[in-house]
């Protein structure tokens, strides 16, 4: 069939390709942009923040501000459909996931100013570790032993990395735990949301919304860390082309990503996250020159393979009809459906949108 001939399999690569540089290119950049030029993450990811919700804007009312609808019939026909809001709904349920976005994004930037990029590559392998933590006792997913045993030799795994790290500072790794954390939280949040609440989001309809809230939070974060003194005692002076084409990569990974989750095959989509990350760790190591110990190497290769069991084991459960989705380890009744299985549309808001955010 054609998800095995030539032409399938050539898509998938220059999929698995543009991700990997695109994705890849917006950690070093941002490594590059807080360890040399801008030293402020609070500011850099208000600027994100400020950009991308700009830019969603101008797509989304494309046609009313007279840039034509050549954009509209270029995207998806639900790509840019805003969901029915109200003050109270967004009081209650944006805002809350919007703070927690805030926190986390302004922890993983902040990380850099402490820590190695190939280190903090080798914490986020714990993601879906805590993840998993937070979603089972809000209901999210359903406890298997199977799965914790897999998620214990994740976590094994960064641990014996972090462990032989001989580079960084124990603050800087807990900074960059507990920004992994707060984001897993934002995750389970904006899930129960979908959930309950109904919303229907794409990347760009979910930064709509949640940026207006964010840009607050981290400026006040930004005013209380001194970073916004800073940059006024330095005379307002930052590389401006390299902070725009570093704000335009942050948005066009959303673009990236939602065209990859929803045509890349799962194997491929989880083997070309692992070469991502290898890459990255790579990069660190050659181009800031970064030492990567051999302990470090083999307890990141067990998370990986870990990380790559898990992801790929989860895709090809969602993949499956809703009636073969919660049979297995749940104990094999077909009305016992896994929350994970039918999530795709909160894989392509939460995960697409996080992708600039802890990237």
């Not at 101008?58 to 501000?65: A, Y």
């Not at 298997?144 to 580079?167: H, K, S, W």
């Not at 929803?262 to 190591?285: E, F, P, Q, W």
């Amino acid at each position: 069939m054609s998800s095995s001939s030539p032409s399938s399999a050539f898509i998938n690569l220059a999929m698995a390709a543009i991700y990997i540089c695109t994705s890849g290119s917006l950690i070093l950049y941002n490594a590059s942009i807080l360890k040399g030029v801008f030293p402020y993450p609070a500011l850099l990811t208000t600027g994100h923040m400020v950009f991308s919700g700009a830019l969603s804007f101008l797509l989304i009312h494309s046609e009313e501000l007279g840039l034509g609808g050549w954009i509209k019939q270029s995207l998806p026909p639900d790509f840019l459909v805003l969901p029915a809001m109200t003050r109270e709904k967004y009081l209650h349920s944006i805002v809350p996931i919007a703070a927690l976005q805030g926190a986390s994004l302004w922890l993983s930037n902040l990380a850099y100013l402490y820590i190695s990029v190939s280190l903090i590559q080798m914490i986020k392998a714990s993601n879906t570790v805590w993840t998993y933590l937070w979603g089972v006792p809000l209901g999210l997913s359903a406890w298997e032993t199977g799965r914790a045993l897999n998620l214990m030799v994740i976590g094994a795994g960064v641990a014996t990395a972090a462990l032989g790290a001989v580079e960084g500072s124990t603050a800087g790794m807990t900074i960059q735990l507990l920004g992994i954390v707060v984001e897993a939280a934002r995750l389970a949040l904006m899930q129960v949301v979908l959930q309950k609440k109904g919303f229907k989001f794409s990347p760009i309809t979910a930064l709509y919304y949640i940026a207006p809230a964010v840009v607050p939070f981290l400026l006040s974060v930004a005013v209380a860390k001194g970073e916004v003194g800073a940059l006024m005692q330095d005379g307002w002076h930052f590389p401006l082309w390299m902070m725009l084409s570093n704000m335009l990569l942050a948005f066009s990974l959303n673009f990236v990503g939602l065209v990859i989750i929803k045509r890349m095959s799962a194997v491929a989509y989880v083997l070309s996250g692992i070469c991502k990350d290898i890459l990255l760790v790579s990069g660190g190591a050659l181009l800031f020159g970064e030492v990567v110990t051999s302990q470090q190497v083999a307890g990141y290769a067990v998370a990986l393979a870990g990380l790559a069991y898990y992801n790929l084991e989860a895709k090809l459960r969602a993949s499956k009809p809703v009636g073969q989705a919660g049979k297995g380890s749940n104990g094999g009744s077909g009305g016992s459906k896994d929350p994970e299985a039918q999530a795709p549309l909160l894989e392509t808001t939460a995960r697409d949108q996080k992708a600039f955010q802890r990237n």
